[in-house]
Every structure is written in structure tokens, then in C-alpha cells.
């Protein structure tokens, strides 16, 4: 409407002008450089947007204080002093140093300007020599050019902070109350994000939202499902909303790579490295925890990428991800990280060190937080040429009290697994044989909710098979493990519970199936074995229950396997790792296949998490009891639901008939009358009907060859 | 439905072509010879020697008289279809893609690609009812459209031609004077390159296929976009059955990708569609490359595949297939 009017305007004018507007061709008009006649751009937004992120361009100055004051024999030699300490830590510009001189006394005035060529450089330069001492009398004292500025800005007087009325937040959990109790998930594919329902009784998903350009880099959903998160080049945001995705917050972190939510989805870790002004040196590295609602640095961390490099003694090189661990639970009270020879654990209430110091463990090689509980597992292999042996032990937080250890002899390599729930800890061993040529494998099993931790020690039949694959049941006492050795592996279940007895058991094995990954039902019960990558996706529904496989499917050149949160459907993609084929299936949990969207350039499919059911445990109980009561009702939607869709399948293809009808009746009559054209263009030759041409029997008799011979007849016979 | 394998070309088949009785097939490959083949047990009867390239397209006259064929080799060549002898060669400057007989056999419609400096281009040749008067003037020269020009074929009464490439527009010019009358809209068009265009059997509605992994079906009279059909590779060949409400449409991905895929992967299938819902109701599979061209047999009984494997595949259909309900 507002255009129409606007159109008028401009057409009133025109005519008051006597212009044609017509002949105009609007496009060819250029507006004088810096002048827009109030006329907002379409991309003004974008670009006010952009503007955010700009400094007034002096970021790469910084200002060194405390300077001797010397005089003018002397400039040159402190000059080179003061460019010398600073050439050190990144490139000064040419010219980039400016040391004042006092025009009447010809001395230096005791400070100087020095400009480098990115502020990431002179950051780095106020951080390292913010309180350098040149000798006792001179300590610099290095500021930022820009804080001049922002400081001279402060006004003496103090004013009330300005409180800003409440405005009531969208319900950001609207989607837990669909009244279809659907699941949504995240697409990204080509510059497109998708957010759809998974609206498995239409056999469709249910678009929800849909923006171009939304992320620079990929999405990822909080742990409890909360908010999107988007990552671009100035930093990440949150997206979140009952109908539509609004941004909620911005975290500035320039160049930002990688992101990771504490399980309470408190607080956000980001993390980037950048390239070192000096290539010998490493990369340097900023990690900023936020606030996921406030938006505030809630602490950050610097340094080269060696202090982030993780594996004791060295030789594992790079960042792995997360650096930080969060402890277990939605209180996301503390969070760890390993650095050489110490392990770091901080807590969220002061974002400082539990008693303000690190716990020395020497060489300490990988550790996990258990999923539930303050306790962390940490594993220390071999030391001193064996001497010492690999450990394993639990260490609780904050007390830093030791729970329980495991001394391992020869071991080789160590992996650990937590069951979600924090009941079980697997830990698979793996230990050289005595010749230290070959690796064999078993698992130590801590129970962990027991009196004093009981181990109990796990090997498998053939000790020389390669552990593949491993994963517990979630909220479960049961552990899926695929081993084996040749291209046909072998997957064995295990339970933690059997009978009276608690120990460990073997349930079945299952040989020589096509698999290399497992994925469990987050419901548990149902798993699917997936043989991926080199398997070309074959799929392999299996219901630990009754141990029988319910349903085996293949997604050909399958790359990605996740079930809902819910455990009732299983998502299968194919991503962009692939050329072909790229898109995604969706399945029932017992391997029907539901619907299949293709898509060119898949990038991520990502389900939204669920929060934990706020139901307990007895009343989960009492429904699983009178499943049937409810189930009814269900039954009964999903009826209507086939009835509505077949009804509606059947018009929808009653409709397309008639519009076909129409057309062809159409194309008849005109091939009709236009019989008789068609009939001259071919010199007379009758032109349709004979199409419809009858194949007749005709019995032609044709003489060959006609031969007389005369006969005679013996009369004596007769 | 077991396939009859038709080995008689060396390289990849190009274009297949029925008489209109039905019982002659026509193959063209990019080795130098059509070939001809009994359609009912795909036996050989000869080949037409004289081309020197790759043979892109071909056609035979209503009274299966007379063959024409459009060649790399930048002739497009008359033959007569019973000896096998060449007729007439009509040579251009830059190969020729597509040949097209007039209703009633009087004009030929033939394309060239663009080359070196020409632009593509749509030519209308006069053919004489006697080939010692054949000559090769053209009665109609139309330029103008971007790129290569993939298939151009008449419109109904001869009033139109009608032509599809490389710029993914379909475009309809008269016939007379070589005016451009409608374009696809850019919109409801193909995206990519149109590889393919197969007529209906009374001309009224014409199935383009594209790269772009679409099939769409348009009225010719008009060019209204009537039918999309969506499949997973991109499409070079498309046909339509004269009997049923089917329509079939092969491709496969590149051809410089398939060494480096399972060839479960390729899904090289001639894929079968319902013509009126735009649903699948089926695939035939075998070809070991993508299928370059499909025909079907006028009597809608049987259709032919032929693929970058060098393959023609004759498939004559079972009962059920004349029993499928969707």
C-alpha cells in the first residue's frame, strides 16, 4: 500500500513537471555522491549493521607512557631501543613511530606513538609490555589509542544507570507445545537454513522458518534446544522465538571458528586462532566465555596455540575441541581443561581456578567430566619406560579428593566412555601384547554408584579383535560394542544387570554384520547399526529387548545417523561430503521408511534437542503401564489423519484429471480442425484416422510354375 | 521384461528414432554409422555409411522412404532408407545437432552448433520429392538464440518450429518468416541446459528434459508449462508413450563422473512417470553409463534405450506393466 501511494506521489509530481514518467527509466538516475534525498537504501540496514563493527580506525595505535625523557643526542638511541622492543612483537608501519619532542627544551616528552599494522598486533603489544621495565625509574605503561578517547568521554559526574522497563521475552520453549507433539530440525543446504517440523504422519516435513544467509559458517542448537546458534565473521548469535527465529543476543568475537554451549546452556564458548604476525610463532588463540543471556564476557582467555594443545607430553599438535569441558548437570557449575601436566578446573560463580589453583596431575593425557556428577576421569599413561604404571582415577570437584584409582600395565592407548546417566564408566584398554608387536583390547567397568566403586574387568573372546565401535544405552545398564578384525565386523551386547547378580554379561553376538557405527535410541531399547562411509549405508534396525533385528534398509552413501530426541524417528543424510545423492531420509525407530527430501549442497541436519522431562520417575512408570489407555487416543489421530490424507490425495488427483481432461479435449478439437491442413501438407495422403490402420488378411495366389505331363495308361490292365 | 541387448555401435548412442509403423529403429552414435534395426527382435539390417563424425540426430520420412541425419562432420545427409545409399548431403560450416522432417516431408528443419566464430544457428531446407533435384539453399535462416540449439522440431501444421538448448529457454518462431513468437518464462522454465524434446504422437504437447534434473511438459500451441517431473540426475533423454499415460525419462549424472562412482550410485534407470499425477511408477535399469536417448515404439507396446555404454536396450513390455494403477 505504501509503495502504491509513493508511486502516486512521484506520478503527481511528474505530471506537475510535465514529464512522461513512462519513458523514464528510474534505474539510469544517479543520486550526486553522499546526498540521498532522505531515500533510505533497501541495503541500509545491513550496512548500519556493518557499522557496528567499525572502529574509528585508529585500533592499531597503541600509546607507551613512562618513556625516558631524554635530549636530543640521545633521541636516536632510545628511539632504536623503543623500536627494537617493539618490532619484536608485530610490524610497525612505516613512519608508525612517533616520539614528540618538546619544541623549547628539545627533549622527548617521555612518550611515543607507535602504529602497527592490525589492531590484533598492537593489542598484543599493549598485553606483552603493559609494565615493561626499561630500568627501575621506567616501567611503560601501554595503553590503547582508542582508550584516550573513550575515557576523556566519561563524565565527571555520576548518573543513575538508566532502568529500562521489562518487556515481557517470547516463551523461547513454544515448540514443546505442539499440539502434535512433533520434533523440529535444522536444515542447511546450499546458502539456505531451514527450521521444519518433522511431520512424519504427512510423510512431509512442516516448513517453520526459512533464511538465506543465515550463518556464515554452520548452526548448532543449544543442549536443551533453546536457541540456534549462528556463527559469522564478527562473532556468534542466538536465535530463538515461540513462532519465528528473532535474534536474541550477539557475541562479538571477531573471526570466530568454533562454539560450544554449556549442558545448562548458560554460557558459550567461542573460540579463534589467528594467524601470528610471525609465521614461526604459533597461532594465537582467543577463547571468550559468555553469558548466554546477558551477552557479557563472562572471562576470556588468550595465548599461543601451544598453551591450548592438548595430549601431556606433547606431540598431539592443534586445538582439539572443546578445549573446555563442562561438568555434567544443568547447573553448569564447573568446567575444566587440560593443559601440560595440569588439569585447570574453574567454576562459574567467580570464573576462577576451584582454590584458586590447578591440579598437578603429571602427563595427564585426556579426562572426562561424568555426565551427571562433579567427578572427573582422568587418564595418565606410562611412565618413566614403564616403570610407572598408566592410571585411571576418579577425582571429585571441588574437594579434588581422589575416588577411586586403576593402575593398567602396558597399555597403549585408552578411551573412556560414561554412560548417561553417570551409573557406568567403560574404559577400553587397549595393551601391547609381550612381544609389543601387536595391541590387544578389554574394558574396565567402574560402578560408579556403588560402595567403593567396584572394577570389574571385561575381555572379549578373541582378544586380538579391534573395538570399532562402542555405546552405552542411554539412562540404560547395557553397552553395544562392534569388533572385529575383517571387513565383516561382529557386534556383541552386553548388559551390566542380569538376573541376581550384578555383573557383567554377554546377551548375544551378533556375526559378521556390515557395520561401523551405532547409534541408540536416546529412549534406549532400539539401536541401529549402520555401516557407513566404506558400507555405502547400510542400515540395520535392532531391538535389544527381544534381541531381534527388526527391519534392515540401506540409505545408499549415508554419512550422517541421528534419532530424534525423542527416539521415535531416525534421520539418515547424505552431506556435501558426497557430489551425489546429497539430502536426507527419515525412518520410523523400527525401519520403515517415511519421506525423503533430496537437496543439492547438504550441509547439516541437526534435530532440536528436547529438555529432560520434568515427569519422575514413578509417574513415567505408571504411563508406561497404561501405555494402551493413551496409545488410543493416538491411534485414533493418526487414523484421521490417514482418512483426511487419502480423501485429500484423492481430490487432489480427481483435480489433476480434469485439468488434464481439459487439455486434452482441447488438443483433439484443434487436432480436428486442423485435420484438413494436415491432410494437403502431405499431398492428400488421409491424415489421422488412417493411424488407426486395419491390418487385413489377404490371401494372394500366386503360380509358380505350370507343367503338363502326359500320362500313359496301359490298357493291358485294365 | 527381458531386454533385448542391441551391440552395434562402437561409441555412445546419441539419438533413437521409430518409423511410424513401428517396426524399423533407427540408432545414431557417436561412432560415424546409424544403424538400423528390426524393432520387434532387434536384428541388424545395415548401417549408413558416409558420415565422418559423431551422428547427433535423425528422422525418417512418414513413408519410411527416406532417412536424414545430422552429423559432427558439419553435413546433414539424406539416405535412402531401403539401399542404404546416401541421396543428398547438405554441408555447413560448423556441425549439425538436430534433424526434423515437416509434416508431410516437404521441409527439413536442421541446427547447427555455434563454431569457431558462427553462433548457432536454426536452418529449414526444402527436400524435393525427387533427390536429383535436392538442393541445398535454405528457404529460412534463424539466429539469435545464445549457445548450442540441442533440438528444434515443428510445430503443429508447420506454422512453427520450435527449439530448446543450451540457454535453457524453449523458444517458438514462425516458420514463415523466422520471428521469434514466444519464449519460456524464465521463472516456470528449465534452469539448466534443455538436452532433450519429444513431441506427443498428435503434436499438441511436447516433454523437455534438463540438466537441471527436470523433465516439463508444455502445450506447443501455446507454450503454457502444463507438467514438472523432479527427478535426482540430471536428464538427457526423455520420451513419451503414445498409449498410456506415461512418460519415461533417462540421464545419469556426468560423464566424466561416473568412473569415480558405484554404479548403484549412478542409477542409470530409464525412470517411468505417471504423465498426469507426476509421480514415479517405476524405473528400468541396466545401462551401465547414462542413457543418452529413449523411443517409443508407436505402438506404445515397446521403447528402446540407448546409452553412453554403446548399448541399445529393447524392451518390449509385459502384461502387467498395461495393468499398472497408481
Partial sequence: MADVMVMKEIEDTALRLGVDISTLDLDSIRLPPGENYGIVSDDEEVYLEDNLEFESGFGNIIVVDNLPVVPKEKFEKLEGVVRKIYSQIGVIKEDGLWMPVDPETDKTLGYCFIEYNTPQEAELAKEKTHGYKLDRAHIFCVSMFDDFDRFMKVPNEWAPPETKPYAPGENLQHWLTDPKARDQFVIRAGSDTEVLWNDARHLKPDPVYKRAYWTESFVQWSPLGTYLATVHRQGAAVWGGSTSFNRLMRYAHPQVKLIDFSPGEKYLVTYSSHEPSNPRDANRVVINIFDVRTGKVMRDFKGSADDFAVGGAGGVTGVSWPVFKWSGGRDDKYFARMGKNILSVYETETFSLVDKKSLKVENIMDFCWSPTDPIIALFVPEMGGGNQPARVSLIQVPSKEELRQKNL?????????????????????????????????????????????????????????????????????????????????????????????????????????????????????????????????????????????????????????????????????????????????????????????????????????????????????????????????????????????????????????????????????????????????????????????????????????????????????? | MRPILMKGHERPLSFLKYNRDGDLLFSCAKDHNPTLWFADNGERLGTFRGHNGAVWSCDVSRDSARLITGSADQSAKLWNVQTGHQLYSFNFDSPARSVDFSVGDKLAVITTDPFMELPSAIHVKRIANDPTQQIGESVLLIKGPQGRINRAIWGPLNTTIISAGEDAVIRIWDSETGKLLKESDKESGHKKTVTSLAKSADGSHFLTGSLDKSARLWDTRSLTLIKTYVTERPVNAVAMSPLLDHVVIGGGQDASAVTTTDHRAGKFEAKFFDKILQEEIGGVKGHFGPINALAFNPDGKSFSSGGEDGYVRLHHFDADYFAIKI
Avoid at chain 1, 541421528?562 to 523400527?590: L, Q
Avoid at chain 1, 527430501?597 to 497404561?626: T, V
Wanted: aromatic share 12%; with cysteine.
Fill in chain 1, 409 to 718: 600395565f602396558s597399555v597403549s592407548d585408552c578411551k573412556m566412555y560414561w554412560q548417561s546417566n553417570g551409573d557406568y564408566l567403560a574404559v577400553n584398554v587397549e595393551r601391547y601384547t609381550k612381544t609389543k608387536k601387536s595391541t590387544y583390547t578389554g574394558f574396565e567397568l567402574f560402578r560408579i554408584k556403588e560402595r567403593d566403586i567396584p572394577i570389574e574387568v571385561l575381555e572379549l573372546e578373541n582378544k586380538n579383535d579391534k573395538i570399532i565401535a562402542f555405546a552405552w544405552e542411554p539412562k540404560g545398564h547395557r553397552f553395544v560394542v562392534i569388533h572385529g578384525d575383517n571387513p565383516k565386523p561382529d557386534v556383541s551386547i552386553y548388559s551390566m544387570r542380569t538376573g541376581q547378580n550384578s555383573r557383567v554379561s554377554k546377551l548375544t553376538t551378533l556375526k559378521g554384520k556390515q557395520a561401523n557405527a551405532l547409534f541408540w535410541s536416546p529412549a534406549g531399547r532400539y539401536i541401529v547399526l549402520a555401516g557407513l562411509k566404506g558400507f555405502n549405508g547400510q542400515l540395520e534396525f535392532y531391538n535389544v529387548d527381544e534381541l531381534e533385528t527388526m527391519a534392515t534398509a540401506e540409505h545408499f552413501m549415508a554419512t550422517d545417523i541421528e534419532w530424534d530426541p525423542t527416539g521415535r524417528y531416525v534421520a539418515t543424510a547424505v552431506t556435501s561430503v558426497h557430489e551425489m545423492e546429497n539430502g536426507f531420509n527419515i525412518w520410523s525407530f523400527n525401519g520403515k521408511h517415511l519421506y525423503r527430501i533430496l537437496k543439492d549442497h547438504f550441509f547439516q541436519f541437526l534435530w532440536r534437542p528436547r529438555p529432560p522431562s520434568f515427569l519422575s520417575s514413578e509417574k513415567e512408570e505408571e504411563i508406561a503401564k497404561n501405555l494402551k489407555k493413551y496409545s488410543k487416543k493416538y491411534e485414533a489421530e493418526d487414523q484421521d489423519v490417514s482418512l483426511l490424507l487419502s480423501e485429500q490425495e484423492r481430490e487432489k488427483r480427481r483435480m489433476l484429471k480434469e485439468d488434464w481432461d481439459k487439455w486434452v479435449n482441447d488438443w483433439k478439437r484443434m487436432h480436428e480442425e486442423e485435420s484438413l491442413y494436415r491432410q494437403k501438407l502431405r499431398d492428400g495422403e488421409a491424415s489421422d484416422e488412417e493411424e488407426e490402420y486395419e491390418a487385413k488378411d489377404i490371401e494372394v495366389e500366386e503360380v509358380i510354375h505350370v507343367s503338363k505331363e502326359v500320362l500313359h495308361l496301359e490298357y493291358g490292365q485294365e
